[in-house]
């Protein structure tokens, strides 16, 4: 069963499946390290969602698919000589980067998912973006190398199936197909409501957690739990008109809005949920700031973590739909979910959706 053919076609799939993860997850990059000529817009407000639901799902589907397509070549690892020439030892080294980097990719994408972090022995995120530049340069030159095998295989008619006892390779490729697809439905649900039921690998229930939400980093765990209870609670405001200290009765008394928007966490969760509070906007009217281009940062209670801070950018600063928000589902925020006060945004990573926000300070261009 193990031929041209096959290899191709699994590799034809996981190319697919590699290169639509790796586009998703350098957005999802760019996004929370935006350079200089990035420019992310908040509408529409599910686009982050779809991305990242794709990232996380293409690359579980990549699981089977990887299996598979080592099952079809292994044998080659055990031709001899194993190096017939520079060229040859070149191509050689580049598939050996290739599966190397898959592998590590896909396992640590797992572990993330899976929040297993103490088996990682090194900064999840660092890692596993520069190993994804690996996997795609070692990817693109295995695939130039390979083009005209591809080719070969794929254009010339099947030939006549042997007639062998056991599996076709129709029937090998339909296998895989059907784990590619019952990996994507046992997880899909932790983001597509509608598929929680079956969705039995998902990390994640959409409407489990307090508030029926997942939390992500609880007060206890931000150690906050103390400064966010303190009746001398105040959110800093500071703009040009100056620096403004307001307590959550002052913040309580501004004009509130209701809007439905999703979090989104980069592990691949997602679920909708109704948010109420006081528009960034109406926030930086209070502190003077009237230029279309400002940006805001913002700044948690908790201390010490890459997520006790994010920047506001001007698209999601003077959206509307972004808030202060000080409700979830029509009660006050659950501690868990960044009482008193939390930044909710459209179209933003969950890591971005700052908790405890503590300090909100204009940034003119
Ligand atoms: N201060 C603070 N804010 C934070 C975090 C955090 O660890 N600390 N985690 C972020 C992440 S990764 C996500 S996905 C969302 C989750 O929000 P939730 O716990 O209310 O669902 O909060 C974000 N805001
Ligand atoms: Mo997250």
Redesign the pocket.
């Known amino acids: 069963m193990r031929s041209e053919r096959l290899s191709s076609q699994l590799g034809l799939w996981l190319g697919l499946a590699f290169g639509m993860c790796f586009v998703t997850g350098y957005l999802s990059h760019l996004i929370q390290h935006p350079p200089a000529w990035f420019w992310w817009p908040s509408r529409p407000v599910w686009l982050y969602r779809v991305t990242q639901g794709l990232h996380v799902a293409t690359g579980m589907a990549a699981v089977p698919l990887l299996g598979a397509k080592l099952w079809s070549v292994y044998p080659k690892l055990f031709t001899w000589p194993p190096v017939r020439g520079v060229v040859h030892g070149l191509e050689r080294a580049s598939v050996a980067v290739l599966v190397g980097s898959a592998l590590f990719q896909v396992v640590t994408g797992l572990l993330n998912i899976a929040r297993w972090y103490t088996v990682m022995p090194f900064f999840f995120t660092v890692a596993h973006y520069w190993t994804a530049w690996l996997t795609i340069g070692a990817l693109l030159v295995h695939i130039a190398v390979q083009l005209p095998v591809v080719r070969r295989a794929l254009t010339r008619p099947a030939g006549p199936q042997p007639a062998v006892e056991g599996l076709s390779r129709r029937g090998l490729l339909a296998a895989v197909g059907a784990s590619a697809g019952a990996i994507t439905l046992a997880t899909a649900g932790q983001t597509v409501a509608p598929l929680k039921a079956v969705s039995v690998l998902a990390p994640r229930r959409p409407d489990v957690g307090p508030q029926r939400l997942p939390v992500?980093t609880s007060a206890r765990a931000a150690r906050v739990a103390e400064l966010a209870t303190d009746p001398g609670y105040r959110l800093t405001l500071t703009g040009p008109a100056g620096t403004r200290l307001l307590s959550l009765a002052e913040l309580s008394a501004l004009p509130q809005h209701t809007v439905s928007l999703p979090i989104t966490?980069?592990?691949g969760w997602s679920a909708q949920a109704q948010w109420t509070g006081v528009r960034v906007v109406d926030l930086l009217h209070l502190a003077g700031a009237t230029d279309p281009d400002c940006s805001v940062h913002l700044r948690s209670l908790q201390q010490g973590s890459a997520y006790g801070e994010s920047t506001l950018a001007p698209p999601h600063a003077h959206d509307p739909l972004t808030l202060i928000a000080l409700r979830l589902h029509g009660q006050p925020l659950a501690l868990d979910h960044g009482y008193p006060a939390r930044l909710i945004a459209p179209n933003r990573?969950?890591?971005l959706q700052t908790k405890w926000v503590a300090v909100m300070t204009v940034r003119q261009p």
Request: charged share 15%.
């Open positions: 992500n966490c980069v592990e990573p969950g890591a």
